[in-house]
């Protein structure tokens, strides 16, 4: 594009101007809902590679492997580190099973009271509530097979998800070289600078937020699980990883871990209390994680304002599901860097951003004569 098209875009109409990114923002979500299946595995591995890509120049450089056996030791490794994990939750998770008969007779015990507190709010009487209760029982089994066939559909897609993420990876940390030969050919030779200059950025922005989202993970989960101990809940490794986990989605995890931990401990507690104890143990990691883990541990360069978090989880849900809330941050976090460097996207970084909160409220300015003043943001 020349110097002269650049010019005649920018005298376009302002109408015309939004009616472009609109047009170009549905056409490039709908590319992203339809190609969920390619895309979504692809940029996990992309996280996976930037995340190992130290590991693996270890072991090329200074083990002296070649880089095929490199990179797929390093790829064991993460897959090691994430089989120990989903090892300690499944055997957790197995002994939970064999609490199910206390938790029936918790659940029924429930019901009868709040059957009991319908009839003498509402008016509505023990009889019609049971058939109500009963109808929707008849459904819900009369559609059990169908639930069953789809959970195994989804287990089978979720295990070549799985396949898949980490062949990608290995690949990516393989041909490491030609992809970024790739990028830096495909732009002008003016931009060059710039293409070198975000692809290291976003390495170093993305493997930094990653390992200090493992960071912060690990000192949720060890805070929760030595708090539940103390305080005698029953499962207290289970739900101190469980909020580990969760902890990884801004703002939604913690409140959905919030809700688990309470209806396990609801569920195998003997004491209603415990359940406001575990309440008020997670709300208040929740607030020391988001004022001091937070900003220390996986604070960086890229700032992300609330707002954009929350509107970027959700979108992310509604377009990959699951997938989506975990890749929403570091998509945002790689545009960010992009929109930053790009002098005609840079108003598209700002928004994305939460740099006017590092500044006072009273900004220095330069008047007309040189003299500074204070004036009010």
């Known amino acids: 594009m020349t110097g002269k098209d650049l010019q005649s875009l920018k005298g ?105 507190w319908i009839a003498t709010t509402f008016h509505i009487n023990a009889h019609k509530q049971l058939t109500y209760v009963h109808t929707a029982t008849s459904k819900i089994m009369a559609s059990g097979t169908a639930v069953v066939g789809a959970t195994l559909i989804s287990l089978s897609s979720l295990l070549l998800f799985f396949v ?63 708090a539940f101990w103390l305080l005698g809940i029953k499962y207290a490794i289970l739900l101190g990883l469980l909020t580990g986990l969760m902890n990884i989605i801004p703002y939604i995890g913690i409140f959905t871990a919030l809700l688990l931990s309470s209806l396990i401990t609801f569920a195998t507690a003997t ?18 994680d988001s004022n001091i883990l937070l900003p220390v541990v996986v604070g960086s360069k890229v700032r992300i304002n609330a707002l954009i978090t929350v509107l970027g989880v959700i ?8 997938p989506g809330m975990f890749l929403s941050i570091p998509v945002i976090a790689v545009l960010k860097i992009i929109f930053d460097r790009v002098e005609s996207l840079k108003p598209w970084g700002i928004i994305l951003g939460d740099e006017h909160l590092k500044q006072n409220k009273l900004a220095t300015r330069l008047t007309a004569n040189g003299k500074k003043v204070k004036i009010a943001e």
């Open 12 to 116: 376009l109409p302002f109408y015309v101007k939004m009616a472009s990114v609109l047009f170009i923002l549905i056409s490039l979500t709908y590319i992203v809902i339809v190609a969920k299946e390619i895309l979504s595995p692809l940029i996990f591995s992309c996280l996976f590679s930037i995340l190992l890509l130290p590991l693996a120049q270890f072991l090329e450089f200074k083990v002296r492997l070649p880089r095929s056996a490199a990179s797929m030791l390093s790829v064991l490794l993460l897959l090691a580190a994430i089989g120990g994990v989903l090892y300690v939750i499944g055997s957790q998770v197995s002994d939970l099973a064999n609490d199910w008969p206390q938790f029936q007779d918790q659940l029924s015990k429930s019901l009868g009271d709040l059957q009991n």
């Open 164 to 226: 898949f993420t980490f062949i990608y990876t290995f690949f990516f940390l393989l041909y490491r070289s030609l992809i970024m030969a790739f990028f830096e050919s495909v732009f002008m030779e003016e931009n060059k600078t710039t293409v070198h200059d975000i692809i290291e950025q976003v390495q170093y922005i993305i493997r930094k937020y990653i390992i200090g989202l493992l960071i912060e993970m690990a000192i949720v989960a060890a805070m929760v699980c030595i």
């Open 271 to 288: 004491v209603a209390s415990k359940v406001i104890l575990v309440v008020v143990t997670l709300v208040v990691t929740h607030l020391i």
């Open 315 to 322: 979108i992310g849900e509604m377009i990959w599901g699951i």
